[in-house]
């Protein structure tokens, strides 16, 4: 069981950063992927970057170019750097882990981009 605490969420002007930190309760050298999703009101969760154990990453479109995410292997730790935020960046992040085909997820925090 892999248990993950987010941390780093907030209320921002647009054109404004956030870094998100997702400590993981084990190495992450055990885990396939990690990434970040996000969720609005109304719409469906949706992959924003993810990051594989090999160090290859992918993004989301709108995301490309604007956020960034990484990993500390000595501190179990995955981070999202999100630059130039926009409103509909707004949504509640959720850090992801796959094990062996298993997703694990983390409680969530809330990104609020105001324009």
């Known amino acids: 069981q892999v248990q993950l605490v987010e941390s780093g969420g907030g209320l921002v002007q647009a054109g404004g950063s956030l870094r998100l930190s997702c400590a993981a309760s084990?190495?992450?050298?055990?885990?396939?992927?990690m990434g970040w999703y996000r969720q609005a009101p109304g719409k469906q969760r949706e992959l924003v970057a993810s990051?594989?154990?090999?160090?290859?990453?992918i993004y989301e479109d709108s995301v490309e170019g604007r956020f960034t995410i990484s990993r500390d292997n000595a501190k179990n730790t995955v981070y999202l750097q999100m630059n130039s935020l926009k409103p509909e960046d707004t949504a509640v992040y959720y850090c992801?882990?796959?094990?062996?085909?298993?997703?694990?997820w983390g409680q969530g925090t809330q990104v609020t981009v105001s324009s």
């Open positions: 992801n882990a796959r094990k062996w085909a298993v997703n694990y």
């Open positions: 084990e190495s992450i050298f055990s885990i396939n992927a």
């Open positions: 990051i594989f154990s090999g160090g290859g990453t």
